[in-house]
């Protein structure tokens, strides 16, 4: 394998192989408990915000390597006022509705000071963060707000009865491993769910391959689907013998699947890359660069309001607490799964990869009974690896590009 093919894997499969060196060491120091159905269900339901705001953190990031730091504030907000809704006997629909406009409203916000009056992402959600969280404050009056709302509970993940039911339980006879009762409705899921996996990349290569693209290797691509393959399946296996698929989970499935598809099917998306990749260039070409980071901070804003949702429904209260670091989590999972410090380049995908990793050390580390701040210090390291890495791949294809283009010079050739 040659040296740019090493770099290529490298700069690929980094965080995945990361993240498969993680889980096997936290296997061991913690003597297997990790991997138990209990903790694999907790590892979504306890992680669920890290997943949305990733996302949304993600579009922020792709436009140039901004960032939003209001987000934890944004939750803390929606969350209280959300509680303190449904504290006076109003439906949770209104509660819900409420939340997501409240981060609608601050996504604009932001959105506006950055977009159109050229505030700096950082101190325009600096000044959101510290904003918000005191608005929060004031609003609880430093007291927590509980949320008993069965229903809100039930539909956003936050009771023990938060899972979606076994449909095929009464077909056939039950399937019992050891003293468990295996939820066929989560295991079918997972058969279907790997079998369409398998179908669309193979469907899909062949399609790039009709057009005259370039694609991987079809050995490569065959061992890459066999192991996401089996990693689904094993996953639901999991899930299937502790109470089955959580309703976080359907969250996390539907956010990511909505902006896997808004980043990489629709214009906003192809704009999002292009505006990181070079701002002046997009500008020039005669798109809105303006309007596509207002959207950026805009859907991040929503993204918020839902996670807010999402956080107050697992805590089944809203305190003045809830939503600290937060940011952090979302920043972190983003590099960790390949996004630029530099802007343009990243993917759900690697928001998924990073945000499970995260997941993976924060559950870990808890379990092996770490003190919180030598958390941080992990966790720290772990992002500052991962920048590193995405510093190095820039410093090395700007070499590459300085070479190419001294060679073209000695050649008498236009300069790439």
């Keep these: 394998m040659g040296g740019n093919k090493v770099i290529n894997f490298l700069r690929k499969y980094m965080m995945l192989i990361a993240t498969v060196i993680v889980v096997i060491a936290f296997y061991f120091i913690t003597g297997g408990k990790t991997l138990i159905p209990m903790n694999i269900d907790s590892l979504i339901s ?5 997943f949305v705001l990733g996302t949304g953190m993600l579009l922020c990031i792709l436009t140039g390597g901004n960032i939003d730091l209001s987000v934890g504030s944004v939750i803390c907000l929606a969350g209280s006022i959300g509680a303190i809704i449904m504290d006076k006997n109003i439906p949770w629909p209104v509660a819900v509705a409420v939340m997501l406009f409240i981060g609608l409203v601050v996504g604009i916000w932001h959105g ?15 000044v959101g ?23 809100f509970l039930n539909f956003f993940g936050g009771s023990d009865s938060c899972y979606i039911p076994d449909f095929l339980a009464k077909v056939g006879k039950p399937i019992v491993i050891g003293d468990t009762t295996l939820n066929k409705t989560c295991m079918v899921f997972a058969i279907l769910l790997a079998i369409g996996l398998v ?36 996953f639901g296996y999991k899930l299937a013998c502790y ?24 214009t906003l998306g192809r704009n999002l890359y292009a505006v990181g990749g070079n701002e002046k260039a997009t500008r020039l070409s005669g798109i809105d660069t303006r309007k596509v980071m207002f959207s950026a901070y805009t859907l991040m804003g929503v993204l918020a309001g839902l996670a807010g949702i999402l956080v107050i429904a697992r805590g089944q209260k809203a305190s003045p607490t809830i939503g600290v670091g937060f940011e952090m989590d979302a920043i972190a999972a983003c590099f960790i799964g390949g996004a630029s410090a530099y802007g343009g380049t990243g993917s759900i995908g690697g928001v998924i990869i990073g945000a499970a990793l995260m997941g993976i050390i924060n559950q870990g580390m808890s ?29 090395k294809r700007k070499g590459a590009k300085k070479a190419k283009n001294v060679a073209a010079s000695e050649k008498g050739g236009a300069n790439v």
């Design 243 to 266: 109470k089955g698929i959580p309703t976080a989970f359907v969250w996390i499935a539907l956010v990511l699947g909505i902006f896997a598809y808004i980043t990489t099917k629709t």
């Design 129 to 151: 963060m510290l904003a918000f969280r005191g608005l929060a404050n004031i609003i609880m009056q430093g007291k927590d707000v509980p949320v008993e709302n069965k229903s």
């Design 367 to 395: 379990i092996a009974d770490t003190p919180v701040n030598y958390q941080k210090v992990v966790k720290g390291i772990v992002l500052i690896l991962a920048v590193l890495f995405d510093v190095m791949m820039q410093m």
């Design 46 to 50: 306890q992680n669920a915000y890290v």
């Design 199 to 234: 179908l669309f990349t193979f469907i899909n290569r062949a399609r790039l391959i009709s057009k005259g693209y370039k694609v991987d290797n079809i050995i490569t691509v065959i061992i890459k689907t066999i192991i996401i393959a089996a990693v689904i399946v094993w």
């Design 112 to 126: 506006f000071w950055i977009a159109y009056v050229k505030v700096p992402p950082f101190i325009a959600t600096l």
